[in-house]
Antibody, heavy 117, light 107 residues
Framework: EVRLVESGGGLVQPGGSLRLSCATS????????MSWVRQAPGKGLEWVSV???????YYADSVKGRFTISRHNSKNTLYLQMNSLRTEDTAVYYCGRELRGGGMDVWGQGTTVTISS | AIQMTQSPSSLSASVGDRVTITCRAS??????LEWYQQKPGKAPKLLIY???SLQTGVPSRFSGSGSGTDFTLTISSLQPEDFATYYC?????????FGQGTKVEIK
């Protein structure tokens, strides 16, 4: 069964750091595009970042220079390192498997990040 | 970044109604557009990819059309389980961008 499970969310003060994890099962994390999407409370979906199978990465302008997407192939896990966190980063963060040309067909359940003093 | 303008932001409809949601891209994106459904407290669910291809397991009352800059999601006969929020997403180039969402409510 293909499955994604996020972890690592929590309450952090502004300026702090957090690393989110997305454990995958049923497929190889490095054989697909893998993405992060977030949703602030009461707001719409916001695309955050993607890592391609060749290791290329892209970021939303709102997180560029502060967030880093990566993966550990042998652990089959995707990560999102978040630094210099701001109150506007408060959101539920979802990871997703993206089939090129086929959309994000599998999603995790989400992990909640709260940035507050 | 490419901007996606989705409309309407909300609509009220009855069971059995035909519902149409549109997304317009700020530049041509070929057919690199997906539609997602999200229910409260849940992760999004892929409905349509490549603008018009139905994801496996999604009911055939959902359909997508369009290419270039203008796209449409149609629900041919609204069912009780379809009341949700719908989003388009372009991945023609990165960063990807979602539309603002359309909340489909019960009339």
């Amino acid at each position: 069964e293909v499955r994604l499970v996020e972890s690592g969310g929590g309450l952090v003060q502004p300026g702090g750091s957090l690393r989110l994890s997305c454990a995958t099962s049923g497929f190889a994390v490095n054989s697909n595009y893998m993405s992060w999407v977030r949703q602030a409370p009461g707001k719409g979906l916001e695309w955050v970042s993607v890592i391609f199978s060749d290791g290329s990465t892209y970021y939303a302008d709102s997180v560029k220079g502060r967030f880093t997407i990566s993966r550990h192939n042998s652990k089959n896990t995707l990560y999102l390192q978040m630094n210099s966190l701001r109150t506007e980063d408060t959101a539920v963060y979802y990871c997703g498997r993206e089939l090129r040309g086929g959309g994000m067909d599998v999603w995790g359940q989400g992990t909640t990040v709260t940035i507050s003093s | 970044a490419i901007q996606m303008t989705q409309s309407p932001s909300s609509l009220s409809a009855s069971v059995g109604d035909r519902v149409t949601i549109t997304c317009r891209a700020s530049q041509g994106i070929r057919n690199d557009l997906e539609w997602y459904q999200q229910k409260p407290g849940k992760a999004p669910k892929l409905l349509i990819y490549a603008a018009s291809s139905l994801q496996t397991g999604v009911p055939s009352r959902f359909s997508g059309s369009g290419s270039g800059t203008d796209f449409t999601l149609t629900i041919s006969s609204l069912q009780p389980e379809d009341f949700a929020t719908y989003y388009c997403l372009q991945d023609y180039n990165y960063p990807g961008t979602f539309g603002q969402g359309t909340k489909v409510e019960i009339k």
